[in-house]
């Protein structure tokens, strides 16, 4: 009995250091590429849709990529057997091409849930007025599954005083994000379980 | 087993890649509300000091436009002390900070104890507790005191309601009085009336003297007034005409404009050897010169481009930088307190208004939305600006947080309301 132990004790953990060494080097990478980058403001947002979709209307992109990715997703579905049976296509590159598409979903689902949660923050963050530097500040957020906020931390605080405060006091009047409720568990956990919320101010004239 | 595993899997894989950020730009347009509760009084009070002191806090604390009040029919409660507050009496009702207090007791001189407190409502956490004893004849300057110290806690910034206003008003056609006033406008005085124009008064930094161009006499003629006893000094004959005075920050010295044979350029005046010093030379018209708070610079307007542009000009190097180029005109340039940015009167379509820019950039904001504006004047803590402009034929002065959710107009005067100077504070 022991002996079944120490070996399934094993085989967990070589389970988790395969697993550990997987995620490092072949996990989809949404977080890091510098082209994809995860940093969300209005202005990289645009620059997103540019990069993404050729097109400067950034409020249609959602929209326009959820048309563009079922319509890619029927395309393919249907064509798929004919195109095989037709042409000897490879396909690993079909696969490839279907893994970008699920990729592209998956940021698309980032980045509305992180704009959501972008504007509901400005709505209740009162800045403080006539700051004359440039100040930056950073807030971990611990979430659960159901959006509640279980934890958070102001772990890089600004060199203002006030700015620090105001945005404790804005983090103090929420409670849930309910937004991300909407997400995959997969990708809830990837991003949203632990993420950081950078408060910027640019000085007093912006 | 999975499950568990998947869950590891992707919490490890969390941690090892870099964290999701989401950048927070932009603030809320929203005021922060605050509810002033009517303060507490001990039984046997004849007046209802309380109740005025709590009824000025609020007054103050809503002058610019800058919080939100929370209406008394609304309150839940009127707690006086820490022991009666709860805070979910205030968060049910969208409050961000509560304000209570409580006159404790008058002694034999007269004095009141009074004893204040300043909560934040989300954060639940008292941040502001205080005591001040004074006289029951001032219970105004002492809510002055107390909305001071809440403004700084709330805002981080020096509170400014102990301030005064310079001001010139011209009642008639032909009659004009140099005024000081409370920033409210209460407790006006008029420092002087004449029958000539009366332009530009600046006040010293010690708040005891104010410098002025008087043409009582035919000419521009800069005088200092002493504001405790009245006495007036003309500093003459330097050259045909003077004018636009400015106090350096140490109060030695004023920067102004003295024309020698016709031609204004920008000189400096020391207050006790009474020496010159000239620092700028040209045929252009230089104009309108004011101190960096450092001491080491001096912005000033001059046509020597073909149009009134902002120069700067280091008063030791003397070397010269210009600061504007949108627009054919940008004049009465001001430094902010940090000496960072610059605000100042730009002309666009024969629209003035009031514009800023940041020394370090070439970009200029518009603060202002109505088009005859001039003369604008910071608070000392560089959160509002103050400026003269007119509905129709009658001047009068507005204001605007440099957040822009506030605009405001100070009360009407009897005739036109023009040259506003804010005072700087008292230390």
């Known amino acids: 009995m022991n002996r079944t132990l120490t070996s399934l004790n094993t085989f967990f953990l070589v389970l988790l250091f395969l697993s550990l060494i997987f995620s490092m080097f072949s996990v989809p990478n949404l977080n890091i590429d510098e082209k994809q980058s995860i940093k969300i403001n209005f202005y990289e947002l645009i620059q997103q849709d540019e990069l993404l979709f050729d097109s400067p209307a950034s409020n249609t992109l959602i929209k326009k990529e959820t048309k563009k990715t079922s319509a890619i997703n029927e395309k393919i579905n249907a064509d798929e057997t004919s195109i095989i049976s037709k042409f000897k296509i490879n396909k690993l590159d079909l696969k490839n091409e279907i893994t970008k598409i699920k990729l592209s979903k998956e940021r698309e689902d980032i980045l509305r849930v992180s704009v959501i949660i972008q504007e509901r923050i400005s709505s209740i963050w009162i800045k403080p007025n006539s700051l004359s530097e440039s100040l930056i500040a950073k807030v971990l957020i611990n979430l659960a599954p159901s959006g509640e906020i279980l934890n958070f931390s102001l772990i ?26 909407s997400l995959e568990r997969k990708l809830f956990e990837q991003n949203f379980r632990n993420f950081n919320l950078v408060f910027k101010s640019s000085g007093e004239i912006e | 087993m999975i499950r568990f595993f998947t869950l590891l899997f992707f919490l490890v894989s969390n941690s090892i890649f870099t964290i999701l950020e989401i950048e927070i730009l932009k603030g809320s347009d929203n005021l922060s509300k605050v509810a002033f509760v009517p303060f507490g009084a001990e039984e046997g009070f004849e007046e209802d000091y309380g109740e005025q002191i709590s009824r000025y806090v609020e007054k103050n604390m809503l002058l610019f436009g800058e919080f939100e009040n929370l209406d008394k029919s609304e309150m839940l409660s009127y707690p006086s002390s820490e022991n009666d507050f709860f805070y979910r009496d205030w968060k049910v009702l969208g409050v961000d900070y509560s304000v209570i207090g409580k006159v404790n007791s008058v002694n034999a001189l007269g004095n009141l104890n009074i004893s204040y407190f300043l909560f934040n409502i989300n954060r639940r956490i008292k941040i502001l507790e205080g005591e001040i004893i004074g006289n029951e004849d001032n219970i105004e300057d002492i809510s002055k005191i107390i909305s001071n110290r809440i403004y700084e806690q709330i805002t981080g910034l020096r509170g400014i309601f102990d301030t005064k206003l310079a001001y010139v008003v011209n009642s008639d056609a032909d009659t004009y009085q140099m005024c000081i006033s409370d920033i409210d406008g ?18 010293s930094p010690d708040r005891k003297k104010i410098a002025y161009v008087s043409f009582e006499n ?18 003459q004959a330097l050259g045909m005409t003077n004018s636009a005075p400015v106090w350096s920050p140490d109060g030695k010295s004023l920067a102004l404009v003295v024309s020698f044979s016709g031609n204004p350029d920008i000189f400096l005046y020391s207050i006790n050897s009474k020496r010159l010093i000239r620092l700028t030379n040209h045929y252009g018209i230089d104009t309108e010169p004011s101190w960096s708070p450092d001491s080491k610079k001096i912005i000033f307007t001059s046509d020597r481009s073909g149009s009134p542009q902002l120069y700067e000009i280091n008063t030791k190097s003397k070397r010269k930088k210009r600061l504007t180029r949108d627009g054919n005109y940008n004049a009465r340039g001001r430094y902010f307190p940090d000496g960072k940015s610059i605000f100042f009167v730009h002309g666009n379509d024969g629209n003035f208004q009031i514009a800023t820019k940041k020394l370090s950039s070439r970009y200029i904001e518009t603060l202002t939305s109505t088009s005859l504006d001039e003369s604008p004047t910071i608070s000392p803590n560089g959160n509002i600006i103050i400026y003269a402009t ?11 947080t440099l957040d822009g959710k506030s605009r405001f107009s100070l009360p009407v005067k009897n005739g036109s309301v023009r040259e506003p100077a804010w005072s700087p504070l008292l230390n």
Do not use: C, H
């Open chain 1, 156 to 181: 890089e605080p600004s060199s203002n005083t006030s700015f620090n405060e105001s945005i404790l006091t804005a983090m103090n009047k929420i409670t849930f994000v309910e937004e991300v409720l």
């Open chain 2, 186 to 203: 209460k407790n006006e005085q008029i420092l002087f009336t004449s029958k000539a124009p009366i332009m530009s008064p600046d006040w």
């Open chain 2, 218 to 235: 035919g000419l521009a003629e800069i005088f200092i007034q002493d504001l405790q006893s009245g006495k007036r000094d003309s500093i």
């Open chain 2, 390 to 400: 007119k509905d129709g034929s009658n001047g009068y002065l507005g204001g605007i």
